[in-house]
């Protein structure tokens, strides 16, 4: 009988061989360089801010300065759970990517 390895036995074969690291889900890359909504101002100092992306609202921080809400941001790439954006004032309409 040939069975495919369970959740135990995959987890216990990546620590055994070692491998770390971290690699980019699909749903990133799709999200790179997308005009989103700002709904709740973004600070580079924190993570308090939040956009829409995909008719979802995330946690969001600024690369570079402060954007209040209902402007227009662009998503660099994804921290964790929270989305870095900048500014976008340019030609596109939300969810368009640029």
Same mark, same amino acid.
């Given at each position: 009988?040939?069975?495919?390895?369970?959740?135990?036995?995959?987890?216990?074969?990546?620590?055994?061989?070692?491998?770390?690291?971290?690699?980019?889900?699909?749903?990133?890359?799709?999200?790179?360089?997308?005009? =989103?909504? $700002? #709904?709740?101002?973004? *600070?580079?100092?924190?993570?308090? !801010?939040?956009?829409?992306?995909?008719?979802?609202?995330?946690?969001?921080?600024?690369?570079?300065?402060?954007?209040?809400?209902?402007?227009?941001?662009?998503?660099?790439?994804?921290?964790?759970? =929270?989305? $870095? #954006?900048?500014?976008? *004032?340019?030609?596109?309409?939300? !969810?368009?990517?640029?």
């Amino acid at each position: 009988m040939n069975r495919k390895p369970g959740l135990l036995g995959r987890l216990k074969r990546a620590l055994l061989s070692g491998e770390r690291g971290y690699e980019l889900e699909d749903e990133d890359l799709d999200a790179f360089g997308t005009i =989103v909504e $700002v #709904v709740e101002s973004i *600070d580079p100092d924190n993570t308090r !801010g939040r956009i829409m992306l995909r008719g979802t609202t995330w946690n969001a921080t600024s690369v570079s300065e402060p954007i209040e809400a209902g402007g227009r941001a662009r998503v660099v790439y994804r921290d964790n759970l =929270v989305w $870095v #954006v900048d500014p976008y *004032d340019g030609p596109g309409e939300l !969810g368009e990517k640029v």
